[in-house]
């Protein structure tokens, strides 16, 4: 089966779960998890699913339906009148004669959660959730493509970063490199200098320049086609790099690498963070690294599972993960290293090769 047509084989695997959870339907209002289940970028409002053990159902206004064909094989679209489509699922309910329908509360909003728990809907957290940490071949395809373009992105932007530019003017840069590459956005897209990199999550200054001798720090992703990337690169830009600095990357790098090492099948997303953050412990740093080593990514960037302390979820073949171990001194400097991996039978392959 083509690569673009696996948004089918997701929509009758999610229908196998409902049947194994003894559920009539599942209703989402969730545009990420309705383009997981039908491969068509929709936005909030936009649409209402309702899925069932024998067939899937898109209940939408009009204008919506049009843009619904490329699933039209594996998900029936029926339009309703505007502002109407909760109803009109609810009408398809009763008419369906379904008794046991969920939805994940995490995925709507207030309102619409207790309408549909007065409507005697079942709450069931991460049926969905649960699939998406382990990607399908099209969901991969497109990770790759995501990283491949931030990682010459920055190879290309690198070379081009002076003294003086502004913080600012270097993340336009990588924006406009990531975009003539083929990203469809830029979800995120740190620049630091200086002190600024001691600031895990920094807003880029548009007055901040850049000192002929300082530190850097990017942390940098983009979309395609629904999927994200996710790295980090830190250095020192011009002459003068204190021995303190080469001292901590070092460190960072072999966090990383450890990290990395343990990167397999049946491992848990702790003994990866255990792993990383016993590199910096042992050092004497481990107060200075006060994040997660890493999560998951595929259709938002930071996702399940998350590599922290003592986290169980289990790593599976086809996961994509970021390992991003780092050391910060408030008001001087930081460093983080960021690769992303994709788990295979053995271990795993590094997505961001620059």
């Known amino acids: 089966m083509a690569i673009k047509d696996l948004a089918s084989v997701r929509m009758n695997d999610f229908r196998r779960v409902l049947k194994q959870a003894d559920l009539d339907g599942y209703l989402t209002v969730s545009p990420l998890e309705q383009r997981y289940l039908s491969g068509i970028e929709l936005s909030a409002g936009e649409a209402v699913f309702l899925i069932t053990p024998k067939k899937a159902y898109c209940i939408t206004k009009k204008l919506i339906v049009s843009k619904m064909t490329p699933a039209a094989a594996f998900l029936k679209t029926e339009d309703v009148p505007y502002g109407g489509m909760l109803d009109g699922a609810l009408a398809k309910i009763k008419k369906l004669g379904l008794k046991r329908v969920a939805f994940d509360p995490a995925c709507v909003d207030f309102e619409t959660g207790k309408k549909l728990e007065s409507e005697g809907f079942v709450r069931a957290l991460g049926l969905i959730g649960e699939m998406r940490m382990q990607k399908y071949e099209d969901e991969v395809a497109r990770l790759k493509k995501a990283c ?19 913080e600012e003017d270097v993340r336009v840069l990588m924006a406009v490199a990531m975009h003539k590459r083929g990203a ?3 979800p995120f897209n740190i620049v630091c200098f200086g002190e600024n990199t001691a600031d895990a999550h ?13 530190a850097v720090l990017m942390d940098f992703g983009c979309f395609y ?25 070092s460190i960072v790098d072999k966090a990383r ?21 016993q590199v910096i412990e042992d050092a004497g740093y481990g107060k200075e690294f006060f994040h997660t080593t890493g999560h998951a990514i ?3 960037e930071h996702d399940r599972p998350i590599l922290r302390s003592g986290a169980p979820d289990v790593l599976e073949e086809n996961y994509v993960v970021t390992v991003e171990p780092g050391i910060y001194f408030e ?24």
């Open 148 to 166: 491949k373009i931030a990682a010459e992105s920055f190879e290309e932007v690198k070379p081009l970063i002076k003294t003086g530019m502004t």
């Open 225 to 249: 086609e629904g999927y994200t990337s996710d790295m980090t690169r830190s250095w020192w830009h011009g002459k003068n790099e204190p021995a303190e600095y080469k001292k901590i990357w």
């Open 184 to 186: 469809d956005s830029i």
């Open 298 to 300: 595929g259709l938002v």
């Open 331 to 354: 008001n001087k400097w930081g460093i983080r290293l960021e690769d992303s991996f994709l788990i295979t039978k053995t271990g795993s392959k590094k997505l961001t090769h620059k």
């Open 257 to 277: 690498t450890a990290g990395v090492k343990v990167l397999r099948p049946g491992v848990t997303a702790g003994e990866v963070d255990a792993a990383s953050r």
């Open 202 to 214: 920094h807003t880029p200054s548009k007055k901040r320049k850049l000192k002929a001798s300082e």
